[in-house]
Structure formats: C-alpha cells, structure tokens
C-alpha cells in the first residue's frame, strides 16, 4: 500500500475517543482504536524466565483481529503517533503496539493529553515525545511481580484448600485488611458506660449539656464516663442536691479550609457516601465524563484523567477557576493567593487532580445534557474542584460551663459567620447546632439522665472504606482498586452484605494459610514498599530487574518451604467427623473448598458421596415432593442462595423454591419460584421457564389488583404496587 507523507495516524485505546480526536486534529490526521491492551503475558502458562524473570508477550486470542487491522492501516503511513491513556497502562500499550508495528522507515511518536479538550488534544500533538521506557518498565515490574505470584502460589492453593481459588500480591493484602478486621470484631468485648447529661434553664433559655469533669475527674464519653449504673447513680445523686451556676461562657472563631480537589480513591469514598454509588459504578460513570458528551454538536471530555491520585492543578486551569469565582460571587469569596495542595507520601504526579475540564460549564448547564447519574458525579467533582479557589469559612464556637461544687457540665454550639468555600461546595462544612444567648451567672436545673452504653468496635469495610484504607497504606494504586475488589467478591473470598464487605470461610482460611507460608510476601509493609519500588522504577531510580528481583527472591524461598510442608498442610485440612457416609457407610471427612467447608465421603474416589456442611443446620422441611423419588424435599441455603434439595442423599435432586404464588400468565400451571440472575440477584420467574418467560424482581404477593384486576401485586420498599398497572395499593 503506497504511502502519503502528508498524512498521520493516531492510535487510541477506545473507539469513544477517536471521532473527538479526528475533529479536534483536524485534516491530515486520521484515528484508530486498539481497544485496550493488544498483548501481554501468555494465557496459559507463566511466560517469565524464572533465571533471568524477562517476560514473554504475546498477542492476546481476542485481539488477534484488531492487531491484523492495526497493521494494515498502519503501513499506509510513516508518521505514527500512539495516544493511550497518561499513565502506566497507557504508556505500555503504546510500547506493545510500537514493538509490533514497528518498521525503519516508520517514525512513532507519543502523544500524552490529560482531558479530551480541543486545546488539550492540539497541545499534546504539538508536544508529542518519545515512548517513556521508564513508566514502561514500572508497568512491566508490576505485571511480572502478580504473575509471579499468582501463577507460583495459586496452584498451591489448588492442592491443599480448592480448585479455583487464587493469590495476589495486592488481592490478598487487601483480603488481609478484611479478614483482620472480621477477626477484631469477632474478638471485641463491649465496655459499658454511662454517659450523664443534664438539661439547665437561665432566664427562659435552655441548655442541653454533658458531664464532662466529676470530682476533679474527666467524665465524659466513652473513656471517662461512669462505668456501671451504680457509679451514675450517685452522681445523679449528687447532681440533683447541688447549686449550679454558669462559670464561663467563652466564644471564638474558627477558620475552615476547603479539602483538596479529587483523586481517585477521594473521589469513590465521597460518591460513595454522599450518592451511594459504588467505586465500580463510580469509575464507569467518570470514564464517561471523561471521554465526553456531544456539546454544541462536538464531543467534548467534561472532567480530566480519572485515575490519579495527585492533588495538583494546572496554573492555567486555576486562573479560569479564579476568574468563575470572581466573576460570580466577587472578589471576597476568592481566596487572598492561589491555594495549592501537597499531594500525600507515594503519590504520582503524572497528572492533574480529577476536576472539570471547563469550570464555566456548571452543573445547571449541564443539567439539559447528562442523566442524573452523570450529572449527580458532575456536580460533586464540579463543586469540590471550585471550592479549593475560595476563601475560607468562618465558624463562630461558644462553650459553655455549668459548674458546681463536683461537678462541670458542658455544651458546646456552632455557626456560621462567613460561608466561604461552603456556597460553592455545602457539604464540606458541617457544624454543631446553636446554643441560646446565655451569660455567667445562676442556672437552674431542669432535668440530669444517665442511659446505659457500650463500646462497638470498628465497623466492617465497605467498598470505599477499603479502597480509603488501601490508599492510606499504599496498597495498589488508583487504577488497581475497583478491580481488586471485583476480584475478592468474584472468587468468593468476602461477600456484600448491607453495604459491607464480610469475609466468607474460604476467604478466611485462604488468608491464614497464605500469612502462615508466605508471611513476608503478604506482609502489609513489604507490599507498599514494592509499590514505593515501582514508583522508582517509572523514575528512571531503580531497574526492572531490581525491582522484580526483591519479590522474587522471599518468594522463590517462602514457596520451597510451603512446598516440604505440602503433606502437613493437606493433612490440616481434613478432619474426621463421627458421621458415616448414607451411600457405603465409611467415615465421613470434614474438608475445605472453593465454597466452603463440606463433608466427604473417605472411601473417594470409589464413593463421590459430599455434602455442603453449613446446610445441615440450616436445612428445613417442606412439603414439596422429589419428583425423581418421591420424597419430601429440604429447603437449603447454597452460595446461590435458597434452593429444593432432595431429603434423601442419595438423591441428588434439586430445584428452585416456590413461594406460593400461582404465574399470573393466562392458562399458565406453573408457579412462582426464586431464581438468581448471573450477578446474584434475586428475582422470580415462572416454574416453567422456558415454556413461560415471565419473571418480576420484585417479591410476588397472592393479591389481585382491585384496579386492573392482575391477578398477582409485587412487594416494594415503599409498599404494595400492581406490576400491570403500577399503581400503589393500599
């Protein structure tokens, strides 16, 4: 295929981006995505030299097309410019398609952009550099190190818990986190207390306080408070006999500063908290923020890169960003200089914060173009990124001490002097309500109470409080977090219950095991100093080579001795039970898998008798007969949730739980049953299926719609509705 000088190629990861660029570009520039990585470490085997750990890449099976087009289109052009996310992944990929497309009459050029802008994409071009050989060789570092680890310890996990489980050099750090804490919860003794608080009147004003010093003492919560009722008693006691009087009233100013603008973790712990919106939801949702909505007929990114986790904004942004402010709400809500943030130990400086791309597109202009989800995402970058430029918030604090001989009551009030940041970002500044207007003098007590309490321990993490906790202790990195998560859940090593992640029996023991061999290699410490390691690598401090070598060398020596303890270790893992086997009355053994603890039959492989063994307690009777054998069946719980199981063991019928609700389908027989999607929600369907297709997620109620008259209601967070003709029904 002839080629023309005059044109150049841009290679992007996504499809979604390529028609923004073409425009921005303009003539003489064509676009063309390689949909993500295009080759890596081979599928089935471990593709790293174990003398000289030099990996081996290969074209990923379902890439093989987009390789095959990348090369045709490529040989019509001699400039090639590679245009791949600004960051180690990105760099990366670009090094795979220059080492497959490569030729010497080719020249290939990097192009780096942090937001999908007009202006941002023409200056990239302009400033387009070499391939970063550095963040390359962290990227490889990083890859090697959880292929190491994954391919050298998996199987041994295979061997002695169940097939199907896996190790990660940050996966299973981060399980440790949850497993820890499942164990503290587990082991926390509640200490009681009584916290004593009194209502006092001055001149028609009421004050609500608390204990805090009793006979020279602290006294207030859960620390310094009384510990038993009897303690309380007598400093109701003596609380009711005295005089009181108010001995100081003291007010100050509080000055508050606005938080820094958003990075990667920051920014899932906030949507999490404030939208609910989980950290996967999160990143998908700023993904398309980021790459763009059509705005005045053109694409356009509306935030920058989202995986970052420094803190810094451009000088140019900045003085847009100061100039919005000082346009809207004056020179007095701008703050005195430019206010800059110093990013936290570890952290990467590649890019920007996360912020708009355009500060003038507010979320009231955005609000005709973006789904509430985008826009809720928006609005929460949007208000934090303008806040950072405003002038601080003024907090008036009063406290009050109610004194008398033994004892000092205190309260404590807040509020706000001077907005600040706050009109801009609200929910940053949260203060106490007001205390009335009062002064020193006499008080009059109206009412002292004492309530029993216990300490609680910490609580479980939830997604974003892990991905928090994983940034504080410099576990992975902002593109690691979701994906780790999804690997925990995926393997069932924690499930999501009520918001909160609980380790599941396999989780737990994986964990201990993986800590009991490997205690260095899964030591929270030495997983953030290899992080620190590759940190160096992408500055050019450290080779790959060093940096692979310090995992593998523990590693190589941890897995010999797990190794020599391969028959102890398996022989832990089974316990003989007093039960016999129902098929050929042998012993049954307690033994650990994928799913959990079950019984088997010790005559295996002649006897394939097994049984999950956390069902027998939770087995109930039912009235549905096996229709294989006749028998009553059992309802049991199984990681699916409920389900039918045939009484007898050596049957091993199963089907799905009705729930007493007839289909509402015309000339339909069947009934309603529970079933699980392929991502374990439950929903009901048809018996029948798939003779009769119909299915609600809702809970069925045996209730006809008195309005419609559909034979079958649904139940709802917020009642009764009728699936038909979606009404509510009292």
Not at 53 to 62: A, F, G, Q, R, S
Not at 199 to 218: N, P, V, W, Y
Request: with cysteine.
């Amino acid at each position: 295929m002839s080629r023309d000088a005059n044109r150049k190629l841009v290679i992007i990861e996504s499809p979604a981006k390529a028609k923004s660029l073409k425009n921005y570009l303009g003539k003489g520039w064509d676009v063309v995505a390689s949909y993500g990585h295009v080759r890596d470490l081979p599928l089935n085997r471990i593709g790293v030299n174990s003398e000289t750990l030099e990996p081996t890449y290969t074209v990923l099976p379902k890439k093989r097309a987009a390789v095959a087009k990348l090369r045709k289109v490529a040989s019509a052009y001699d400039k090639i410019y590679l245009a791949a996310d600004p960051d180690r992944e990105g760099e990366a990929i670009c090094w795979h398609i220059f080492k497959l497309l490569q030729k010497k009459d080719v020249e290939f050029k990097r192009i780096r952009f942090n937001s999908i802008t007009r202006d941002a994409i023409r200056a990239a071009s302009e400033a387009a550099s070499d391939i970063d050989m550095d963040l390359v060789d962290a990227q490889q570092a990083r890859r090697v190190m959880d292929r190491l680890v994954g391919y050298k310890i998996s199987p041994y996990l295979w061997r002695t818990v169940g097939k199907g489980l896996s190790a990660g050099r940050v996966q299973t750090v981060a399980l440790r986190l949850i497993v820890e804490r499942e164990r503290a919860i587990s082991s926390f003794i509640p200490k009681e207390f009584w916290p004593v608080t009194a209502e006092f009147e001055q001149s028609g004003s009421r004050l609500q306080t608390k204990l805090f010093r009793f006979s020279g003492k602290r006294a207030d919560g859960d620390k310094y408070s009384p510990s038993t009722g009897e303690k309380a008693d007598h400093i109701l006691d003596r609380v009711r006999k005295a005089s009181w009087e108010i001995t100081s009233v003291e007010d100050k100013e509080k000055k508050r500063k606005p938080v820094p603008p958003f990075i990667t973790s920051s920014l899932q712990v906030a949507a999490s908290g404030r939208l609910s919106i989980p950290p996967a939801v999160t990143m998908r949702i700023a993904q398309d923020l980021y790459e763009g909505f059509e705005i005045d007929g053109e694409n356009t990114g509306l935030i920058t890169y989202m995986r970052t986790d420094s803190v810094r904004i451009e000088p140019s942004a900045m003085e847009d960003c100061r100039n919005y402010i000082r346009g809207k709400w004056g020179a007095e809500l701008l703050s005195p200089k430019p206010r800059r943030y110093r990013a936290s130990g570890g952290a990467q400086d590649a890019h920007e914060a996360i912020r708009p791309t355009d500060v003038k597109r507010t979320p009231q202009a955005m609000a005709g173009i973006l789904d509430p989800r985008h826009l809720k995402l928006y609005t929460l970058i949007w208000n934090r990124y303008v806040a950072t430029q405003m002038s601080d918030a003024t907090i008036a604090e009063t406290v009050i001490l109610v004194s008398s001989e033994d004892a000092v009551f205190k309260a404590t009030g807040q509020k706000i002097v001077h907005p600040g940041f706050s009109i801009a970002d609200p929910a940053q500044l949260k203060v106490t309500s007001e205390i009335p207007p009062l002064v020193v003098g006499t008080a009059i007590l109206l009412n002292v109470s004492s309530e029993q309490k216990f300490t609680k321990p910490l609580p479980r993490y939830s997604e974003a409080a892990l991905v928090s906790e994983m940034k504080k202790k410099a576990i992975g990195r902002p593109s690691t977090y979701v994906s780790i998560i999804a690997t925990l859940k995926k393997r069932a090593y924690v499930e999501l219950k009520e918001k909160k992640l609980f380790p599941t029996e396999v989780g737990i023991v994986t964990t201990e095991l993986l800590i009991k061999l490997f205690p260095h290699l899964f030591d929270i410490g030495f997983t953030a100093r290899l992080e620190d390691l590759l940190d160096l690598v992408a500055s050019g401090k450290k080779s790959y080579t060093e940096a692979v070598s310090q995992l593998y060398t523990p590693l190589a020596a941890s897995l010999e001795e797990a190794m020599r303890r391969l028959p102890e270790i398996k022989a832990s893992m089974v316990k003989e039970t007093s039960e016999k086997c129902p098929l050929c009355g042998k012993t049954l053994l307690e033994k650990m898998g994928k799913f959990g603890k079950f019984l088997a039959c010790s005559g295996f492989p002649s006897c394939r008798y097994t049984r999950p063994l956390e069902e027998d307690s939770e087995a109930l009777a039912s009235d549905v007969k096996c229709s294989k054998c006749g028998r009553n069946m059992m309802i049991r719980k199984g990681r699916y949730g409920r389900y039918l199981a045939c009484s007898d063991p050596s049957c091993t019928h199963t089907q799905p739980v009705p729930v007493g609700v007839k289909c509402p389908v015309d000339k339909c027989s069947g009934d309603l049953v529970e079933r699980r999607s392929r991502k374990g929600k439950l929903f009901y369907s048809c018996s029948r299926y798939p003779d009769c297709d119909f299915a609600m997620w809702s809970k069925p109620v045996d209730r006809e719609c008195p309005r419609c008259g559909f034979p079958v209601l649904e139940e709802k967070k917020k009642g009764v509705y009728c699936p038909n003709c979606k009404k509510k029904i009292d």
